[in-house]
Nanobody, 122 residues
């Protein structure tokens, strides 16, 4: 049984940092394209960051470029999202997703976690 479990969310002040983790069981993340998505209250889910299973290339949405970094730790079978210079508009539930065939991320990825809440507020 495949499980993706996100952790690391919480309350942080504007300008602060958090590191989200996506730990997998049942699959080896090194062979999968992994994405981070988020959904803010009243808004649609949006893609945030993606790391490809082919060459490890990464993608970040314009709204987070220069502030967020996606990375893998294959030994821990975990993918991270380092989030710096956080803004109130980054408040959302953050989800990780994995797909064994896709080379880039989309909303139809095979496996999804249940999410972790990030709140950016004074």
């Amino acid at each position: 049984q495949v499980q993706l479990v996100e952790s690391g969310g919480g309350l942080v002040q504007p300008g602060g940092s958090l590191r989200l983790s996506c730990a997998a069981s049942g699959i080896t993340l090194d062979y999968y394209t992994i994405g981070w998505f988020r959904q803010a209250p009243g808004k649609e889910r949006e893609g945030v960051s993606c790391i490809s299973n082919t060459d490890g290339s990464t993608y970040h949405a314009d709204s987070v470029k220069g502030r967020f970094t996606i990375s893998r730790d294959n030994a821990k079978n975990t993918v991270y999202l380092q989030m710096n210079s956080l803004k109130p508009e980054d408040t959302a539930i953050y989800y990780c997703a994995a797909d064994g065939i896709a080379t880039m991320c989309d909303y139809g990825m095979d496996y999804w976690g249940k999410g972790t809440l990030v709140t950016v507020s004074e």
